[in-house]
């Protein structure tokens, strides 16, 4: 029998304590034998950006994930085309790993405009969602759809990359945003600065 895997994706743009307190109650609470931390190339609804460094943001989630139990970090979608679409990594992550069951975990302002995202009912005819609180959304699932889309009861933690990385570049303080191994490596690489 397979497991149920949580996709939990982001451009992670650094990954701070909120994604982590996400994960990790998603990890414990939600039923899931394992939460992937799908760390996103580029978003489609974002316009490219030339600094996004991939593989960093690809460790420091590693560095979040190994501290956490049953969450990993996956480069999953850096070897999807670009730009790269959740229906399409959910259907080749099936394809690849047909005895498991993945779960899309998104924030509820993501759940406001899902049906904008590309093949929304397809996403949710073939998976379950997990939406999380985000301050200033309210999450109303349709009642056809509560079978497979549930909220689930995690902390509020509004933490933003953006204001992260506003605040390292003008070398600002930013320590008690994420954890002490990821803003050492924020440090040390020079990122965002």
Do not use: C
């Not at 939990?8 to 034998?33: C, E, K, R």
Request: no cysteine.
């Amino acid at each position: 029998m397979g497991k149920r895997i949580g996709i939990f994706g982001g451009s992670f743009n650094p990954i701070h304590i909120g994604h982590a307190i996400i994960a990790n109650y998603v990890s414990q609470n939600a039923g899931l034998d394992q939460l992937w931390l799908m760390v996103s190339p580029r978003n489609p609804l974002k316009p490219e950006s030339g600094g996004d460094y991939d593989l960093h943001r690809l460790k420091m989630a590693e560095l979040v994930s190994r501290r956490l139990d049953n969450v990993v970090t996956s480069g999953f979608e850096f070897g999807m085309p670009r730009p790269s679409y959740t229906i399409d990594t959910l259907n080749e992550l099936q394809r690849r790993f047909p005895d498991d069951e993945f779960w899309l975990v998104i924030g509820a302002d993501n759940w406001s405009v899902f049906d904008k995202w590309k093949s929304h009912d397809e996403i949710v005819a073939r998976h379950h969602i997990l939406i999380y609180p985000r301050r200033g959304y309210e999450v109303a699932i349709p009642e056809d759809l509560r079978a497979r889309v549930q909220e689930v009861d995690a902390p509020l933690v509004e933490v933003s990359s953006t204001e992260i990385r506003a605040g390292l570049k003008q070398m600002r303080n930013m320590a008690y945003y994420m954890a002490d191994d990821v803003y050492r490596y924020i440090i040390e690489n020079r990122l965002y600065m």
